[in-house]
T-cell receptor, first 117, second 112 residues
Framework: GAVVSQHPSRVICKSGTSVKIECRSL??????MFWYRQFPKQSLMLMAT?????????EQGVEKDKFLINHASLTLSTLTVTSAHPEDSSFYIC?????????????FGPGTRLTVT | GENVEQHPSTLSVQEGDSAVIKCTYS??????FPWYKQELGKGPQLIID?????GEKKDQRIAVTLNKTAKHFSLHITETQPEDSAVYFC???????????FGAGTILRVKS
């Protein structure tokens, strides 16, 4: 149980184009999903927190107009990188949080490798 | 806010030996402490977690200990195997779903 999928796993796009990444919780409902960015050999950097049906909360320094997040259902969140540039190249990972009981376990997707040329 | 420090940054052990990774946290209100294993090119995988109401939890070769007074928790892997080689992250959060704060990660290499 507690499987999170991401699509695509890898994407290469040209500078100036937009890319959409999907995150799905396959066997549970996730009221909250998170989007992280990870640079090589570094820890996970939280970009934003999204709750189903409401606007995402972005971390300080993350441009909300560049990284558009939509959490339209309890099993799907999307991250759109708009007008991508080479510096946006990174490993993007989503996670989904269960909501049963007192504590909230968080499960991660397999990640999406974005390369902007 | 919460700050999590993780040590060591790299750890090399011989196959069959034990490995210990330690984390300290700053927020005394934190009470959920998960550990994640990340293999190259993949997302982190939750391997074990501990809540503040217990001091130790075990799952086969993996165990986690928590010292709330000292604000530190540790991951113990016994009888290490080459497939244990990965990056391990500790994290901490408060109850009721506050965001996780991650440590910097530990690269574990198990030499056969």
């Amino acid at each position: 149980g507690a499987v999170v999928s991401q699509h695509p796993s890898r994407v290469i796009c040209k500078s100036g184009t937009s890319v959409k990444i999907e995150c799905r919780s396959l066997d549970f409902q996730a009221t909250t999903m998170f989007w992280y960015r990870q640079f090589p050999k570094q820890s996970l950097m939280l970009m934003a927190t999204s709750n189903e049906g409401s606007k995402a909360t972005y971390e300080q320094g993350v441009e909300k107009d560049k990284f558009l997040i939509n959490h339209a259902s309890l099993t799907l969140s999307t991250l759109t990188v708009t007008s991508a540039h080479p510096e946006d190249s990174s490993f993007y990972i989503c996670s989904a949080r269960t909501s049963g009981g007192d504590y909230y376990e968080q499960y991660f997707g397999p990640g999406t490798r974005l390369t902007v040329t | 806010g919460e700050n999590v420090e993780q040590h060591p940054s790299t750890l090399s052990v011989q196959e069959g030996d034990s490995a210990v990774i330690k984390c300290t946290y700053s927020d005394s209100a934190s009470n959920y402490f998960p550990w994640y294993k990340q293999e190259l090119g993949k997302g982190p995988q939750l391997i074990i977690d501990i809540r503040s109401n217990v001091g130790e939890k075990k799952d086969q070769r993996i165990a986690v200990t928590l010292n709330k007074t000292a604000k530190h928790f540790s991951l113990h892997i016994t009888e290490t195997q080459p497939e244990d080689s990965a990056v391990y992250f500790c994290a901490a959060s408060r109850r009721y779903g506050n965001k996780l704060v991650f440590g910097a990660g530990t690269i574990l290499r198990v030499k056969s």
